[in-house]
């Protein structure tokens, strides 16, 4: 099939008339809301992810997890939130399995467990779906 810049312009136009498809769901799973101790945290998205890693392995004694199990799309600004995937975590496939873990998190704090660190995230809630 041969497209001409006349064809290819018009099919341009008519996506942007139309629209794009809107971009798949989030995936289904647990969303972790966090409220960090500091009005100015630092390095917000590099500490939240490496301390989610680090309290999820150590809550689960998973030998493994990866990055990809979670949306780390809201841990830049508030509000602070880290999502983990449902059917992405080996032996935590469901939501129920994961907020089964999660739900013990809440009212502790990311990096200092049951004290605050110093540039620390409040665990306020856990909502799946």
């Given amino acids: 099939m041969r497209f ?8 341009g136009l008519a996506a942007a ?7 798949p769901p989030t995936s289904s799973g647990c969303r972790v809301d966090l409220a ?17 890693l680090s309290k999820w392995v150590n809550s689960t004694k998973a030998l493994y997890f990866s990055t990809n ?13 880290v999502m983990f995937k449902a059917d ?10 994961i907020s ?18 110093k540039d620390d995230y409040a665990i306020t809630d856990v909502v799946c779906s």
Wanted: proline share 8%.
């Fill in 36 to 52: 960090p101790t500091l009005s100015q945290p630092q390095n917000a998205a590099s500490n939240i992810l490496y301390h989610t």
């Fill in 4 to 11: 001409t810049t006349g064809s290819l312009l018009s099919l």
């Fill in 69 to 81: 199990y979670l949306d780390t799309q809201n841990t830049t600004k508030a509000p602070f939130s």
């Fill in 100 to 117: 089964a873990v999660l739900d013990t998190w809440v009212g502790t704090y990311l990096v200092g467990g049951a004290t605050p660190a």
């Fill in 17 to 23: 008339v139309h629209g794009l498809p809107a971009a």
């Fill in 88 to 97: 992405m975590i080996p032996d935590f496939q469901t939501s129920e399995a």
